[in-house]
């Protein structure tokens, strides 16, 4: 906790004025990893090393020996919440590379619904009718986005968009272990050591599934652009921010806005990757959407 929110005087910048500002920076993450021509794992590995690179110098002049101070627990905690960050990346790049950017973005954010799902079944929370009745909303329209997807052919959902939606769903379960393990810590510690030990966990697990995959790690100017685009971008700018924002508003009010990286997502695809997505895609993504807006409504 800052100095300025420990002596009651709130944080400095709104946190809902920066909510818009991380939605519009994850909404890239998708076009930069397409234009890419490096392996996801690779791309998913600099992204993070990136990020890491950026905000840790930042860690340590703001909050000297934090981490070295930090609770074993909420360091095992941390390094949990590490793992799972990477098993999404991981997931999920892979993803966009199969399947459309409209399916893929809207099925990484059912990341809600696995979220309520665990606290029914594993935190003994108690499951809603609303937020039930999310969930089923949304299994209607995944169903839906699968089918049509199938139907749709290559040119519009991917070349293997049944493969990618696997991916992108499973993308959105690793990304719900995150959330809970990180959910009780950011409470009770600061942002930036928080981060910098989630993300050089994340970067040190991404960085052995490269290497165990034995894909190179020297490119040409143009893929650093993009890694350090995807670092600065959605790392720096979007989750970092997001992560931020959590420690400041509801985590429903957080879920229902990231609603808002499958519509940029699927329009920066539209402008500049001239991707179109099918009627079912676009009707079963809707579901989807509506049925996380109202899961994630479900919690009060």
């Not at 909510?19 to 998708?30: D, N, P």
């Not at 098993?87 to 590379?97: C, G, K, L, P, V």
């Not at 299994?139 to 493969?163: S, Y």
């Amino acid at each position: 906790m800052s100095t300025r929110e420990a002596t009651g005087q709130g944080p400095a910048v709104s946190p809902t004025a920066t909510l818009g500002v991380a939605i519009a920076a994850v909404s890239t993450s998708a076009i930069l990893v397409r234009w890419s021509a490096a392996p996801s794992l690779v791309a998913a590995f600099y992204r993070v090393l990136f990020t890491l690179a950026l905000l840790a110098p930042l860690a340590v002049r703001r909050h000297p020996g934090a981490v070295r101070r930090a609770r074993r627990r909420d360091l095992a905690g941390a390094a949990l919440a590490g793992v799972a960050l990477a098993a999404h990346f991981a997931t999920w790049f892979q993803s966009i590379r199969w399947t459309s950017v409209a399916a893929s973005t809207t099925l990484v954010q059912s990341q809600v619904l696995f979220v309520a799902l665990a606290g029914g079944l594993v935190l003994d929370e108690r499951l809603g009718r609303r937020a039930a009745a999310g969930i089923a909303l949304a299994g209607v329209g995944m169903v839906t986005m699968f089918g049509g997807e199938l139907l749709a052919g290559a040119a519009v959902a991917g070349p293997r968009p049944l493969a990618g939606n696997a991916l992108a769903l499973a993308g959105a379960a690793a990304a719900a272990v995150y959330v809970l393990a990180g959910r009780s810590l950011r409470q009770r510690v600061a942002l930036l050591p928080y981060v910098t030990v989630v993300y050089a966990v994340c970067a040190g697990a991404l960085f052995l599934a490269v290497l165990a995959a034995g894909q190179p790690l020297s490119y040409p100017p143009r893929e650093w652009l993009l890694f350090l685009g995807m670092a600065v971008g959605p790392g720096v700018f979007g989750h970092t921010v997001l992560n931020w924002a959590l420690g400041h508003l509801r985590s429903s009010v957080v879920s229902v806005s990231l609603l808002g990286e499958p519509v940029g997502s699927t329009l920066l695809a539209l402008l500049l990757l001239t991707e179109v997505p099918g009627p079912a895609t676009v009707l079963g993504g809707a579901a989807v959407l509506v049925g996380i807006a109202v899961t994630a409504g479900g919690d009060g």
